[in-house]
């Protein structure tokens, strides 16, 4: 059974840093490209940021200098880094192991909310 677990998300103030986690099983993870992606309030998911097996990365325009995706395959987590954060980074974050062989997984989310 595949299971994508994320964690850390909370209530922050503007310019806080969070750290979120996504812990897999069920899959091996070392050849998934993984992702975090988020759904602000009453908007669509949107990607964040991207990691591929090679560990080459890609990130939206808008947390550019700001988050840093990472991975451990020996520990099979994903992991996010979120520095000086916004109110618009206000969003459930969530967790995404993809494969053009094995298709896609999903996490259940995790809440970010970013306010003074």
């Known amino acids: 059974q595949v299971q994508l677990v994320e964690s850390g998300g909370g209530l922050v103030q503007p310019g806080d840093s969070l750290r979120l986690s996504c812990a897999a099983s069920g899959i091996s993870f070392r050849i998934y490209t993984m992702g975090w992606y988020r759904q602000p309030p009453g908007k669509q998911r949107e990607l964040v940021t991207t990691?591929?097996?090679?560990?080459?990365?890609n990130y939206a325009d808008s947390v550019k200098g700001r988050f840093t995706i990472s991975r451990d395959n020996a520990k099979t987590t994903l992991y996010l880094q979120m520095n000086s954060l916004k109110p618009e980074d206000t969003a459930v974050y969530y967790c995404?192991?993809?494969?053009?062989?094995?298709?896609?997984?999903w996490g259940q989310g995790t809440q970010v909310t970013v306010s003074s």
């Open positions: 995404s192991a993809m494969s053009s062989v094995s298709g896609d997984y």
């Open positions: 990691i591929t097996t090679r560990g080459l990365t």
